[in-house]
């Protein structure tokens, strides 16, 4: 593979515009007795930018429309299962903004991360992956050499798809890389669908919990399970997993479930599953199972195994990485950090924060709006990823950035520890698997304020002679504030651990208010020297 492939929006933009079709052409080539290609009307085009906009800004919700027009076309050229392009077509941006807005029954602002984007986004790291990590092979290999339900069920289909056309000779290698490829493909665009429908369960949850809508509102909102069960009874999902075990997420809403069972009801309902070939509804099955088990629950004892079901296992891996620009809605009552021009510190209000603004340097600022505001916090604190490989490595660095840590200590505390767990229990999923490269991970997390300026130093080219020139070279007060926060971050290096605890520390009661006022301090100085450190 190519070496330090760079991995963020704009490169997924490009991806999809000029590669993404080469890549499905090169595996499978276009689909024979392909309809003709099923067009974006300008309404339904006009209505999902519409609805984009409700969370991105225009020119992101430009890019959104393109990168779906993008899939249509694979879709329709290179998939040709008549009707999966139908379900890109919603309004998901417009009801997830709903979503960020959900408080829990206590009151309390829900911690929802976004979910639209991001499966676009699994879709592209998943097939750099196969692509240019060769995980393809891996998986080819797996699925031939293994014996488990899931290879058998995916052999058996290409053997039933040979026998039907009559071609003895088709290659049956290459059509296990097409089902992996498109299989993947599918379920990692459609493996949240069902989370718009989740948060509808728990708001007529609520609903129902309002007295004077008492017999009004129908409470049997939810479909009950053995409906689905009679629908969906000949599917693969239905047929592999311990029905007991689906019931019970569908009764919790669990949106892994909700999604599977919604995307295989596009097939089922109509009973257009029966009339695809073997290959196709392979995809269709196989896609569902991933779509399923990525939100499966494990611990120490029990974890999700490659060899059993490769396909699943890339569609969780993918979905634990995709970190970069996803951003988590928080809402509180944050203001903005405005830093002085004058000496370099921050504007701060005073202690009721109601009116009165002052910087150290002796400027007052007087607040006169007097309605109160809570603020919408969109929190992305990771920039992108790098894919690298050596010798059979594979080497993902997920590149954290080190200012949006520090400033997020200002408002949320805990993000980084969860993010933190993930990731360890990524690190653990990922290590000794049959068939798999070795595969490291390599980040840095922490809501440790100087260890994060030791880091965003180490990231730097630049020595701490340098940093000592360009602090000599600025003029009055804001020479005096650098100086002053250069010493003070000096001096609490040896003690940090005793004033802020471990580097990812869980301990907020203990150590978040000292890691908060140090950053609220030191915020404009810290500021200057990012903007110092990557001034190339």
């Known amino acids: 593979m190519k070496k330090g492939i760079k991995v963020n929006d704009k490169e997924m933009y490009e991806f999809f515009q000029e590669k993404a079709g080469w890549v499905f052409s090169e595996i499978a080539g276009q689909e024979e007795h392909v309809r003709e290609r099923f067009q974006l009307t300008s309404e339904a ?25 993008n899939a249509f076309g694979i879709f329709n050229y290179y998939i040709g299962i008549e009707g999966m392009e139908q379900l ?19 009151g309390t602002p829900k911690r929802t991360r976004e979910h639209y984007k991001h499966q676009f986004r699994n879709a592209y790291l998943g097939l750099l992956l196969l692509k240019d990590c060769h995980l393809d092979d891996c998986i080819v290999q797996c699925i031939q050499k293994e ?9 058996a289909s290409v053997s039933e798809e040979m026998s039907e056309s009559g071609r003895d000779t088709i290659d049956g290698k290459k059509m296990v890389r097409e089902i992996i490829y498109k299989s993947y493909f599918v379920s990692a665009l459609f493996h949240d669908i069902g989370y718009p429908l989740a948060y509808y369960f728990r708001m007529a949850e609520q609903i129902h919990q309002f007295t004077p809508f008492f017999r009004i509102v129908n409470p049997a909102v939810k479909t009950v399970f053995h409906e689905i069960k009679a629908l969906l009874n000949n599917s693969w999902l239905f047929c592999m997993v311990d029905n007991g075990e689906i019931m019970d997420k569908y009764q919790k809403d669990d949106h892994g479930c909700l999604s599977a069972i919604s995307f295989l009801m596009n097939f089922y309902f109509s009973g257009s599953i029966y009339s695809l070939t073997p290959k196709k509804r392979c995809i269709v099955e196989v896609a569902a199972i991933a779509i399923y088990k990525h939100t499966n629950h494990y611990n ?21 990485l995709q970190e ?20 370099g510190g921050i504007v701060v209000p005073d202690r009721d924060g109601k009116r009165d603004y002052a910087c150290k340097c002796g400027k007052q600022f007087r607040k006169i709006t007097q309605i109160q505001n809570k603020k919408l916090n969109y929190i992305d604190i990771c920039n992108g990823l790098d894919l690298d490989s050596n010798n059979g490595k594979i080497a993902i660095t997920l590149d954290y950035d080190c200012y949006r840590q520090l400033e997020l200590l200002l408002s949320d505390y805990s993000t980084v520890v969860y993010r933190n767990k993930g990731l360890e229990e990524l690190k653990s999923m990922l290590g000794h698997q049959k068939y798999l490269p070795e595969i490291e991970l390599n980040y840095f997390l922490s809501n440790h304020p100087i260890k ?40 609490f290096i040896p003690e940090s651990e005793i004033k802020y605890g471990k580097q990812i520390e869980k301990d907020a009661v203990k150590y978040a208010r000292a890691a908060k006022e140090f950053v609220e301090q030191y915020l404009g100085q810290i500021y200057s020297l990012w903007e110092f450190l990557n001034d190339k």
């Open 45 to 69: 085009i006009a209505g999902i930018y519409k609805s984009l906009q409700a969370i991105y800004s225009k020119e992101e919700a430009k890019e959104e429309v393109c990168l779906i027009e």
């Open 88 to 106: 890109l077509v919603n309004n998901y941006a417009a009801i997830e903004n709903e979503i960020f807005l959900e408080h829990t029954a206590q």
């Open 147 to 155: 014996s488990g339900e899931y290879a058998r069920y995916i052999m």
């Open 300 to 320: 120490e004892n029990n974890r999700m195994v490659f060899r059993l079901d490769p396909i699943s296992y890339l569609l969780r891996v993918v979905d634990d």
């Open 324 to 343: 970069w620009q996803r951003f988590l809605v928080v809402i509180g009552e944050t203001h903005n950090y405005l830093k002085c021009s004058a000496c």
């Open 452 to 491: 994060l300026i030791e880091h965003m130093l180490e990231e730097s080219k630049k020595s701490v002679k340098d940093i000592g020139i360009w602090i000599d070279s600025l003029k009055g007060r804001e020479k005096e504030g650098m100086q002053e926060f250069w010493e003070s971050y000096q001096r």
